[in-house]
């Protein structure tokens, strides 16, 4: 455990993926805490300087502020732990098993965690692949989800009413993208589960007003989705979500904070990921769900900055 007397605190922001935007606002909301708690706070973004030119001697606790590849996929972390100073969130391991969909899916699977059926579809193969034979061998029905496997934020995220629009989107996604996963869609109450420190805290509804809840429907206030805290469950489904939320948390060994994203349909909760690096904006879940709970943003932030460690 990190104790406060450590002072300095590289705050760690931006980056070069996708999230950037939304990875500049959480740092920013972080720094303010960092700086009402009375830390010594600098800031790195890689984009602009290279991990390797972090000066290990003045710096205590990085605050990992990224957000989507590079950030928490893993790659950051191994540069952490190679500079061996203590960082936030999740380490190496868990941050690519949880970044990369097609290796979480089959730990939800493993860990008979349910989660919707889903077929990862890989371009480096030099076999042709068959979408109709895909989607009948797998028994898929439309609409279907098409998403790259390690993106956040609903990045790329496309839904599909029909083969004709599916194979057009994979045709788009696969211009950037390696892989991707095709699953069924969940329909559903959509349901988001906060984890702190190992205990989960709290469950919120999203009632997106758009299609789904896409990265305008997370983001921006204009997309007017609806925030029900708690969610509407009863108090029987409301700690089982609770529960799983913690096992996932568990099973991918991760630190600090982490949110799990169900679809909660026909009376079964389905995860379709867990993410190690949720944001912290203002329009953020985490923090939501904490504030609903008596944790304030600072609390929260110091409790973040906490657990901060290598060696995970």
């Known amino acids: 455990m990190v104790k406060k007397k450590k002072k300095r605190v590289l705050v760690v922001l931006g980056g070069t993926s996708r999230e950037r935007e939304i990875s500049i606002k959480t740092g920013k909301a972080c720094i303010k805490a960092l700086k009402a708690l009375k830390y010594k706070v600098k800031i ?46 999740s380490g190496v391991i868990s941050s690519i098993n949880a970044m990369d969909k097609s290796i979480s899916k089959k730990i939800f699977k493993e860990k008979k965690i349910l989660t919707p059926n889903y077929v990862v579809l890989n371009f480096n193969q030099n076999t042709k692949i068959s979408l109709n034979f895909i989607i009948k061998k797998n028994k898929f029905k439309y609409p279907i989800v098409v998403k790259p496997i390690n993106e956040g934020s609903s990045i790329g995220v496309r839904i599909c009413n029909n083969f004709s629009h599916l194979n057009r989107e994979i045709y788009k996604l696969k211009k950037a993208y390696n892989q991707l996963i095709i699953e069924e869609f969940i329909g559903g109450q959509e349901i988001q589960v906060a984890v702190i420190n190992d205990k989960p805290i709290g469950a919120i509804e999203l009632r997106p007003s758009r299609k789904f809840y896409d990265y305008k429907a997370k983001y921006y206030k204009s997309a007017k989705t609806a925030h029900i805290m708690p969610a509407n469950l009863s108090k029987k489904k409301y700690k089982e979500v609770l529960l799983i939320a913690k096992k996932t948390h568990r099973f991918f060994n991760c630190r600090g904070i982490s949110r799990s994203d169900f679809k909660f349909y026909k009376n079964k909760f389905y995860l379709l990921e867990i993410n190690t690096q949720p944001g912290m904006t203002s329009l953020s879940l985490v923090p939501e769900i904490a504030k609903y709970y008596g944790i304030s943003f600072n609390n929260l932030v110091s409790k973040i900055l906490k657990d901060a460690g290598i060696n995970k």
Do not use: C, W
């Open 44 to 89: 790195f973004d890689p984009k602009k300087n290279n991990f390797g030119e972090i000066n290990k001697s003045q710096v205590d606790i990085i605050f990992n502020a990224l957000h989507g590849r590079d950030g928490e996929d893993g790659n950051a972390q191994s540069y952490f732990e190679y500079l061996r100073i203590p960082y936030t969130h």
